[in-house]
């Protein structure tokens, strides 16, 4: 597509729920990054995919946050029986590693509340 | 480590006045470096990015930023601010790894 899209964007859930958020990269980009931002804390890297799998997932706070990618486009975070401190937004990113145009494309994020 | 300091949390300026937005990094090697913006419930916008060679790169909007390595430092400038520019601003490090973010600075433009 011409940009990231990224859904829900806004998700209000009660703790200890599980939650699926959804990005889409734009079309040919190989590595897609998950970041998640909280309140005066800028973005904190959750994990990064090159094609389908996931050279480094360093970021994920617990074992909680899992996330996919298949065919190497879409790709789902999952976070397990949700805290109040995943209250964020959790927004996605892609980029051709391989252009010299290198740079992020970030898509509008998801609001996750949970109550 | 890689790190991103962006020391002023919040600046006002008023409409017309210049601006520089201050960033210092920590990284190994020669980084790439990058300026976005973020406006209220917007995702990040690319302002400009340095790789190699001149130092003082373009970016959209008007905006310009100066790579200097003995300082390790990337600083945003903007001649003549306008009140559109009104956001939160990130400066980013990295290469082959996942980009590092500063904590962002909110700029507040006044009439």
């Known amino acids: 597509g011409a940009g990231v899209s990224q859904s829900p964007s806004n998700k209000v859930t009660e703790k200890g729920k599980d939650v699926e958020l959804r990005c889409d990269p734009i079309?040919?980009?190989?590595?897609l990054y998950w970041y998640r931002q909280s309140l005066g804390q800028g973005l904190e890297f959750l994990i990064y995919f090159q094609g389908n799998s996931a050279p480094d997932k360093s970021g994920l706070p617990s074992d909680r946050f899992s996330a996919e990618r298949t065919g190497g486009s879409v790709s789902t975070l999952t976070i397990q029986r949700t805290q109040q401190e995943d209250s964020a937004v959790y927004l996605c990113a892609s980029s051709d590693r391989d252009s010299l145009n290198y740079g992020y494309t970030f898509g509008s994020g998801t609001r996750l509340t949970v109550v | 480590a890689q790190s991103v300091t962006q020391p002023d949390i919040h600046i006002t300026v008023s409409e017309g006045a210049s601006l520089e937005l201050r960033c210092n990094y920590s990284y190994g090697a020669t980084p790439y470096l990058f300026w976005y913006v973020q406006s209220p419930g917007q995702g990040l916008q690319l302002l400009l990015k340095y790789f190699s060679g001149d130092t003082l790169v373009q970016g959209i909007k008007g905006f310009e930023a100066e790579f200097k390595r003995s300082q390790s430092s990337f600083n945003l400038r903007k001649p003549s601010v306008h009140w559109s520019d009104a956001a939160e601003y990130f400066c980013?490090?990295?290469?082959?790894?996942?980009?590092?973010f500063g904590k962002g600075t909110r700029l507040s433009v006044i009439a």
């Open positions: 980013a490090v990295g290469r082959n790894t996942p980009l590092v």
């Open positions: 079309s040919g980009h190989t590595a």
